[in-house]
């Protein structure tokens, strides 16, 4: 269970530099290229998590990881709106508006309420090809990730002013 934990910690706080919030890439390196290998990394990572955690059957793991990757990709486009969001946030933080701050938030609650929509379409796609107790554990590490990469969010971005 610690090593779960750690996993999970480690895999928010690597989302959270793919997002540009906790470290940007050095100006020398190919920033372009440096984000591509540390999104493939965490989509590994998160895989590899997910997989020690279900104990897929062989037939369940065949019918979960389809869904999976389709759920994935659907997530990344969110991930990428929020990253968009988060360098928004931060052009506009020095110099922030009301109107700008509206705008702000309402991206944000479009963003928190796609999330929870796409968490609902993807349900009935999970109950067809695990048991039920799994598309629960399943959906508790998607959770346990999500607050993770919250929590490093929320402890670097200041406030709005």
């Known amino acids: 269970m610690k090593s779960y934990r750690k996993g999970i910690l480690v895999l928010a706080m690597m989302a959270a530099m793919a997002l540009g919030v906790v470290c940007p890439a050095p100006a020398k390196d190919k920033p ?3 984000m591509q290998i540390l999104i493939k990394k965490l989509q ?6 997910v997989a020690a955690n279900l104990e897929l059957t062989e037939s369940e793991a065949k019918a979960f990881w389809p869904v999976y990757q389709k759920y994935q990709d659907e997530l990344f486009l969110l ?10 946030y931060a052009e506009a933080l020095k110099n922030m508006t009301d109107e700008k701050a ?10 928190d309420s796609l999330g929870q929509k796409l968490r609902e379409m993807f ?18 590490i998607e959770r346990k990730i999500q607050a993770a990469l919250y929590y490093e969010l929320a402890r670097e971005i200041p406030l709005v002013q």
């Open 32 to 34: 372009a290229d440096n």
């Open 44 to 49: 590994a990572d998160k895989k590899m998590l």
């Open 79 to 88: 991930r990428a709106r929020t990253g968009r969001l988060l360098k928004d």
């Open 102 to 111: 509206r705008e702000l938030l309402d991206e944000s609650m479009t963003i």
């Open 123 to 140: 349900l009935p796609e999970f109950r067809k090809v695990l048991p039920e107790k799994k598309v629960a554990r399943y959906y508790q």
